[in-house]
């Protein structure tokens, strides 16, 4: 597989379950990004990981947890959500962060319903 | 308070004809500019760039221009195919500070290029 992949494409839960979704980059690039794109609005940045470490911590609510055990891999841990969550929630990689760092490779994204 | 504004939400053009579709942003600090292109469940893809020392950026069909004491940027398409029928998103960026990839994007505008 190449680029960006996101698991699940679409996923239906309810308030009160605890979900994840899953986000894999095969370009070898060392920065990668949990965005939102609700309705109507621009993408919004939620989170932003290099090497591993967060760097950035968009002023998201607690009920999204992200983790990053590596920097192929990036996960956002759904619990306790609310119908305004639902969105597009898209992943990205950048080979790094600083000046390359504005040119994203996204994913499909993961299109999530909460109930 | 949205930094980057795409004012039309939908544009409509016959092939072969021009697409202009704009963008207008607020923030002074900006001084990288992207367009974006999303196809139906896809991720965005790069498009094109402009940085704040050019006023105007050509690959191939596409060609970018920016207005900076308007504070205003367009892409042009030209000649517009039915392929090019997309979301595009104007996206802004702060390559002189830590932003790391921090894109402030616009709402996006439907493109449909009839036949």
């Known amino acids: ?115 | 308070d949205q930094q980057v504004k795409q004012n039309s939400p939908s544009l409509s053009v016959q092939e072969g004809r021009i697409s202009i579709l704009n963008c207008d942003y607020t923030n002074s600090m900006f001084d990288y500019f992207l367009w974006y292109k999303k196809y139906p469940a896809e991720g965005p893809t790069f498009l094109i760039s402009i940085s704040s020392i050019k006023d105007k950026n050509e690959d191939g069909r596409f060609t970018v221009f920016l207005n900076k004491s308007a504070k205003h940027l367009s892409l042009h398409i030209v000649p517009s195919q039915p392929g090019d029928s997309a979301v595009y998103f104007c996206a802004a960026y702060n390559a002189g500070g830590t932003s790391y990839g921090k894109l402030t994007f616009g709402q996006g505008t439907i493109l449909t290029v009839h036949p």
């Open chain 1, 1 to 115: 597989e190449t680029g960006v992949t996101q698991t699940p494409r679409h996923l239906v839960m309810g308030m009160t379950n605890k979900k994840s979704l899953k986000c894999e980059q095969h370009l070898g690039h060392n920065a990668m990004y949990w965005y939102k794109q609700s309705a109507k609005k621009p993408l919004e940045l939620m989170f932003v990981y290099s090497l591993e470490e967060r760097v950035e911590n968009n002023s998201v609510p607690s009920r999204f947890s992200p983790e990053c055990p590596n920097s192929s891999h990036l996960f956002l841990h759904l619990h306790t959500l609310q119908p305004e969550d639902s969105a597009l929630y898209l992943c990205a990689s950048s080979q790094d962060l600083g000046a390359g760092a504005n040119v994203l490779t996204f994913g499909a994204g993961s299109r999530l319903t909460v109930l």
